[in-house]
């Protein structure tokens, strides 16, 4: 199986700050690596595909790069509802898994 | 609008079966290939289960393998989850969602609660 460390676990920060986000997959994932959203009780949402390409919809402060095994999400000015737990997700192979998240908090 | 709506949660004792059901609509269901995921209480997420468009492969967590079945049902735009001998650790948010085919899961419908206990 392949393990996804994201780091840091948990960061603070204010609002217009530049916030990166890392993840390392224990093996080469290619660009098979997601980058997901999560607020308090909603279900997550999908905010960067296959490394880089951002979802529809989603603003274009949000950013992802990296191949192999290193990644990076990358918010480049945080804004008020930016403040959540993020979540990177290898889709290579089964199972499918994620790493065990990064809250952003103010 | 891509709607996904997860019910068939409830609480269980250990050892006890539930039966999850997830209702697409807004988008042709029986071209994409669906995922369930789940969230523990205050804790991450964890993929559970695969199932491809025709129901011809499908993929299970070590964690569920041999207790869960996935299957779908395109005529009805329905997924589901049979989920036998539950256990505590069970217990959790269950989300139903969709994979496109560029990657990741791009719909998620908004949970349904499993709760195990005696």
């Known amino acids: 199986d392949i393990h996804m460390t994201q780091s840091p676990s948990s960061l603070s920060a204010s609002v217009g700050d530049r916030v990166t986000i890392t993840c390392r997959a224990t093996?080469?994932?290619?660009?098979?690596l997601n980058w997901y959203q999560q607020k308090a009780g909603k279900a997550p949402q999908l905010l960067i595909y296959?490394?880089?390409n951002l979802q529809s919809g989603v603003p274009s402060r949000f950013s992802g790069s990296g191949s192999g095994t290193d990644f990076t999400l990358t918010i480049s000015s945080l804004h008020l509802e930016d403040f959540a737990t993020y979540y990177c997700?290898?889709?290579?192979?089964?199972?499918?898994?994620f790493g065990l998240g990064t809250r952003v908090e103010i | 609008e891509v709607q996904l709506v997860e019910s068939g949660g409830g609480w269980v004792q250990p050892g006890g079966s539930l039966r999850l059901s997830c209702s697409a609509s807004?988008?042709?269901?029986?071209?994409?290939?669906m995922n369930w995921f789940r969230q523990s209480p205050g804790g991450g997420l964890e993929w559970i289960s695969y199932?491809?468009?025709?129901?011809?492969?499908?993929h299970y967590a070590d964690s569920v393998k041999g207790r869960f079945t996935v299957s779908r049902d395109n005529a009805r735009n329905s997924l589901f989850l049979q989920m036998n001998s539950l256990r505590v650790e069970d217990t959790a948010l269950y989300f139903c969602?969709?994979?496109?085919?560029?990657?990741?899961?791009?719909?998620w419908g908004q949970g349904t609660l499993v709760s195990v206990s005696s």
């Open positions: 969602a969709r994979d496109p085919p560029f990657g990741g899961s791009d719909y």
């Open positions: 807004g988008f042709y269901f029986s071209g994409f290939e």
């Open positions: 199932i491809t468009s025709n129901s011809l492969t499908v």
């Open positions: 093996g080469d994932i290619g660009n098979y």
């Open positions: 296959t490394a880089s």
């Open positions: 997700q290898q889709s290579y192979s089964f199972p499918l898994t």
